[in-house]
């Protein structure tokens, strides 16, 4: 069973919001990541972390930003929400480690729809 | 850049038969493998976990894994229509690109009643 957490799981917002999607585990992982799914495609990574302090951008660019400043936190935030930013905002973490520890979970997701 | 790759499907089965999924990756020096299933409109939700070559069973799935070959796939038997989701295979490089899992782009599974 997957100890990680996303809230909202749903958020319907206007134009020019800022918005805030958090992520927690209880894992302890070092390692999280914010991926980015449209119905029916494939998953995007649009950030990571390897721990405190540490963030990288991922292979698609977003103009989200994030911030991990405790080990189980992982939050996203949306400066100025815009319609091209509807979408799936998955949340994930895992352990550093070879084979047999270093399984990826998922968290349930928070759908966002900006009008 | 390392590549994960899979049949998109659609990959139709009648109910009771053996669905077989398969995944390709480029990196040979990859040491960890998975396979997540993922219903429409959720999060993907690991099945199984794969390190060593041969075969691994978990009640009516069972990964294989050839590294000489690059090749890892993903048994099911018995097919339900509840297994009807898209299927992910993710592999773990080595060594120094080990910071993220390389995900396929998914085989959509129809297990037909």
């Known amino acids: 069973e997957a100890d990680i957490y996303q809230t909202p799981r749903y958020l319907v917002i206007g134009t020019g919001k800022k918005i805030t999607l958090e992520c927690s585990q209880t894992?302890?992982?070092?390692?999280m990541y914010w991926y980015q799914q449209d119905p029916g495609m494939e998953l995007h990574l649009i950030h990571y972390?390897?721990?405190?302090?540490?963030?990288e951008k991922g292979d698609l660019s977003s103009e989200s930003t994030v911030s991990r400043i405790r080990t189980e936190h992982f939050p996203l935030t949306l400066e100025s929400a815009r319609p091209s930013h509807t979408s799936q905002y998955l949340c994930?973490?895992?352990?550093?480690?070879?084979?047999?520890?270093?399984?990826?979970?998922f968290g349930p997701g928070t759908r966002l729809t900006v009008l | 850049q390392k590549e994960v790759e899979q049949n998109s499907g659609p990959l139709s089965v009648p109910e009771g038969a053996i669905a077989s999924l398969n995944c390709t990756y480029s990196?040979?020096?990859?040491?960890?493998f998975f396979w997540y299933r993922q219903y429409s409109g959720k999060s993907p939700e690991l099945i199984m976990s794969?390190?060593?070559?041969g075969d691994k069973e978990d009640g009516r799935f069972t990964a294989q894994l050839n590294k000489a070959s690059q090749y890892v796939s993903l048994l099911i038997r018995d097919s339900q229509p509840s297994d009807s989701a898209t299927y992910l295979c993710?592999?773990?490089?080595?060594?120094?690109?080990?910071?993220?899992?390389?995900f396929g782009k998914g085989t959509l599974l129809t297990v037909n009643p």
């Open positions: 990196d040979r020096v990859s040491q960890s």
């Open positions: 894992m302890g992982h070092d390692k």
């Open positions: 993710a592999v773990n490089p080595f060594g120094g690109s080990n910071y993220k899992l390389t």
């Open positions: 994930a973490s895992r352990n550093s480690g070879g084979p047999g520890t270093d399984t990826q979970y």
């Open positions: 794969i390190y060593s070559n």
């Open positions: 972390s390897y721990g405190v302090n540490s963030t």
